[in-house]
T-cell receptor, first 114, second 117 residues
Framework: GAGVSQTPSNKVTEKGKYVELRCDPI?????LYWYRQSLGQGPEFLIY????????DSGLPNDRFFAVRPEGSVSTLKIQRTERGDSAVYLC????????????FGQGTRLTVV | AQSVTQLGSHVSVSEGALVLLRCNYS??????LFWYVQYPNQGLQLLLK??????LVKGINGFEAEFKKSETSFHLTKPSAHMSDAAEYFC???????????????FGQGTTLQVKP
């Protein structure tokens, strides 16, 4: 596609529920990143994929968070047993390779846990 | 370890006035530095980047930034503000090639630029 696409754009879920957030990167981009942006803060790194593998998951806050990229393109961020503190905008970015110095960001998914 | 500090969470300027948004970084290796802009309900857009070439970097929409190693700074400037410049601006740092770089960005907390008519 023309840009990084994230769906849904908004998600409201109840505390304790499971959610999946999808990211469709720019075609041909091998590097994919997830970030979380809380209100009034800058984005915080969650996880980086190079191809199909998670090369750096050091930013995942706990084991309720998990992400996959099974075919090296679309990625899904999965959050189990959601908590109100998980409410944030989840951003996805892709770049041609990890060495490319420009990452292209999607518009984000705004997750609200009630 | 790397970090970014943006001085001033809100900056207000008059239309036509100089824009100066401050960013200081900390990095144990020579950094790559970026400025991103975020308009309401939109994704982050790259304004400009420093990747160890020229220290004065020109970006889109008339913005530029200067890398000053001695001051560990990468301040963003624009000579004359337009109303359309009102947005959130983020400074970010990453590690350069060949140092185990994953390309991940470490962001500052952001500066909201208000432009008054």
């Amino acid at each position: 596609g023309a840009g990084v696409s994230q769906t849904p754009s908004n998600k409201v879920t109840e505390k304790g529920k499971y959610v999946e957030l999808r990211c469709d990167p720019i075609s041909g981009h091998t590097a994919l990143y997830w970030y979380r942006q809380s209100l009034g803060q800058g984005p915080e790194f969650l996880i980086y994929f190079q191809g199909t593998g998670a090369a750096d998951d050091s930013g995942l806050p706990n084991d309720r968070f998990f992400a996959v990229r099974p075919e090296g393109s679309v990625s899904t961020l999965k959050i189990q047993r959601t908590e109100r503190g998980d409410s944030a905008v989840y951003l996805c970015a892709s770049s041609l390779t990890r060495d490319t110095t420009e990452a292209f960001f999607g518009q984000g998914t705004r997750l609200t846990v009630v | 370890a790397q970090s970014v500090t943006q001085l001033g969470s809100h900056v207000s300027v008059s239309e036509g006035a100089l824009v100066l948004l401050r960013c200081n970084y900390s990095s144990s290796v020579p950094p790559y530095l970026f400025w991103y802009v975020q308009y309401p309900n939109q994704g982050l857009q790259l304004l400009l980047k420093y990747t160890s070439a020229a220290t004065l970097v020109k970006g889109i929409n008339g913005f530029e930034a200067e890398f000053k190693k001695s001051e560990t700074s990468f301040h963003l400037t624009k000579p004359s503000a337009h109303m359309s410049d009102a947005a959130e601006y983020f400074c970010a740092v990453s590690a350069p090639h060949g140092s185990g770089n994953t390309g991940k960005l470490i962001f500052g907390q952001g500066t909201t630029l208000q432009v008054k008519p």
